[in-house]
Each structure stands twice: as C-alpha cells, then as structure tokens.
C-alpha cells in the first residue's frame, strides 16, 4: 500500500497567549516543530517538511530522513515532529533518526483524595493541556486517574458525573445539578485533551461503595440497586466521555463489594457494561486476591483485557529485605 503524504503547513489554531491547540497528535507535533522553526528564524516557505504514514514502522515508531518525517501512527508520527522540533532548536538543521519505544506502556498513574486541595487544579483546563503536552513531549502514552481510592471521597464516583433517571434516589450528598454537570464536563475534557496528545486516558474506580465502618458520600445505594445502578451509571459516563479509552477496575475487598458478592457484581453489571457501551474500551483489571470464577469473567466479556497484577505487595519496594512478605 502506499504512503499517505501531508505537509507541514496543516493549520494549527492558536489559542491566546499564541498557545497551540492540537486536535490530533500530529497536530501538536506540527505546532511544536513550526514553533522550533520560528525560534532559529527558518521560514515554512525555504525549510520544507513533509510527514507520512508508514505501514513497516511500530505503531510508536517514527523516522526522519532528508526532510520526510514518518510514523507508524499518530502518535509514532507525533514523535518524529517533536525530535525533529529537537534537532531543529538544537543545531538548526535535520539528521537521520529512528526511534521505537522500549516498553509499548509508559504510564502514569494520579489519585484524587481531597476536594478543597484539588477543585482548582482539577478544573483547570490550562492545567490539564500543559499536563499533557508534558507527558507527549516525554513520550508517554497513558495517563490514568483514579477515584475513590479507600476512602469515602468520590466513591463511588458515578453521581458526580450523571444522574441515573432509573435510580433518582442514589446521589453524592450535597452535589447541586450545576456541580454534577461541571465534574462531567470536566472527566470529559480531560480524556479528550489526553487523546489530542497522543495520551490513552484511563478511568480508574477503586471502590464501587465505602468500606465498612466508612460513612458514605454518596446515598441512596443498596444490595439490591448497586449493580443494576453501576451498569447503567457507567454506560452513561462512557457515552459522555468518548475520550475514556480503558476502565481501571479494582475487584477485590477494597472495592466494597463484599467477597461473596464480587464475581456476580462485576461480571453481570460492570464488565456488562464495557462490552455494552458501543465502542471498544479495554478492560484494565487490578487483581489482587481475585475470587474463583472472576479471571474467567473476565476473559468471557468480550473486551480487550489487560491484567494488573500487584507484584511488590508494599514489601518488595522497602529500602531494606523484609523478614516476612506475601508468600
């Protein structure tokens, strides 16, 4: 097949304070190297780049020879755009390069604990490009952002995102319609800002209820609704948010299903609701402790499947050889 060619004079918007806006990866990869070129004084016009799609490149590779830059996708081709935006600031000119990364996830991972420390930065759409740009910039690809991690803050997090009009009685205490639908807007900024820099956002849930002896924030939640409650709220946040690439699950105790409960809980109603949703969304599963029949559930749910398996247990990171660990 042949190689799909585009120019480097793509229009780029520009945001006030001359900040770039990118729609796509290769977007910001255009923007950033035009930014380089201006720096050094090198016009479009005389410094001409040309960018292909390359089918025999990883999907995170890129390449520069002469003045072609190819990646293996958007974000492969994003890459080759910021190190010739590199090579540009650093000596003026383009050399022959190739890359790939070394391991196919470069993650980070962030936890939300506090309202009043995180509602400025959390809501700050600045923040969030800046972020990004950042992670593009150091070549990571996936950013996860994880809610209600063993406390009663945020878990769980589906009412302050969407009111379920089939379960009215489950809400966050105290959240106002204009609050809920701000939290919303902004879950679905972030995953959509992440994916324009090339940057797999994952929706992380801990817990699905409080812990026992929690008092809970949210209210209205039983044994009977949670589960039928949880596959409808989460339909309704993956429609809203189509940037959400994957959904972080915990499964064990610490989700606050109780153990007996848990296999039927995330099999029939949240696993249910990845597949259900319309679109591909991977299922990202921190097992820990998982309950007979819950791997199978998993691998039966028809969807793109990837395990998390704890590995150090909080023992094998310590600064020192512990005398008894996790067998």
């Known amino acids: 097949?042949?190689?799909k060619r585009y120019i480097v004079t793509t229009a780029i918007a520009l945001l006030a304070g001359g900040v770039a806006q990118a729609a796509t990866p290769a977007d910001f990869g255009l923007?950033?190297?035009?930014?380089?070129?201006?720096?050094?004084?090198?016009?479009?016009?005389?410094?001409?780049?040309?960018?292909?799609?390359s089918m025999v490149l990883p999907h995170d590779g890129f390449s520069i020879m002469g003045n072609i830059i190819r990646g293996g996708s958007q974000r492969g081709l994003m890459y080759g755009l910021l190190e010739?935006?590199?090579?540009?600031r650093r000596s003026g000119r383009l050399a022959p390069a190739k890359g790939e990364p070394a391991t196919p996830m470069r993650g980070v991972r962030w936890f939300l604990h506090n309202a009043e420390l995180e509602s400025g930065w959390y809501h700050d759409r600045a923040?969030?490009?800046?972020?990004?740009?950042?992670?593009?910039?150091?070549?990571?690809?996936?950013?996860?952002?994880?809610f209600a991690h063993q406390t009663a803050y945020l878990a769980p997090p589906y009412p302050l995102w969407v009111r379920v009009p089939e379960?009215?009685?489950?809400?966050?205490?105290?959240?106002?319609?204009?609050?809920r639908e701000r939290n919303l807007a902004t879950l679905r900024y972030i995953a959509q800002t992440a994916s324009e820099y090339g940057v797999d956002f994952v929706l992380g849930v801990w817990e699905h209820n409080v812990q026992r002896g929690m008092e809970p924030s949210v209210e209205g939640l039983t044994e009977?609704?949670?589960?039928?409650y949880s596959y409808t709220a989460l339909k309704m946040v993956l429609a809203a948010c189509p940037g959400i690439r994957a959904v972080q699950m915990r499964t064990n105790s610490e989700s606050g299903i109780p153990a007996a409960r848990q296999v039927e809980f995330y099999r029939d109603y949240v696993f249910r609701a990845l597949r259900d949703c319309g679109r591909l969304v991977q299922l990202d599963l921190r097992g820990w402790l998982m309950r007979?029949?819950?791997?199978?559930?998993a691998r039966n749910a028809g969807v793109p499947l990837r395990i998390s398996s704890k590995y150090?247990?909080?023992?094998?990171?310590?600064?020192?050889?512990?005398?008894?660990?996790?067998?």
């Not at 010739?84 to 540009?88: D, L, P, T, V």
């Not at 379960?167 to 609050?179: C, H, I, N, Q, Y």
């Open 1 to 3: 097949m042949g190689l």
């Open 31 to 53: 923007a950033e190297l035009r930014a380089a070129m201006a720096q050094r004084g090198l016009s479009e016009q005389r410094f001409r780049v040309l960018t292909e799609y």
């Open 84 to 88: 010739a935006a590199e090579q540009i």
């Open 127 to 146: 923040h969030w490009q800046a972020f990004f740009q950042m992670l593009a910039r150091n070549r990571f690809n996936r950013f996860t952002l994880v």
């Open 167 to 179: 379960f009215p009685e489950v809400r966050a205490k105290g959240l106002s319609d204009e609050a």
């Open 224 to 228: 009977e609704n949670i589960g039928p």
């Open 292 to 297: 007979d029949g819950l791997m199978d559930a």
């Open 312 to 327: 150090w247990a909080e023992d094998l990171g310590r600064p020192y050889p512990p005398p008894e660990t996790w067998p």
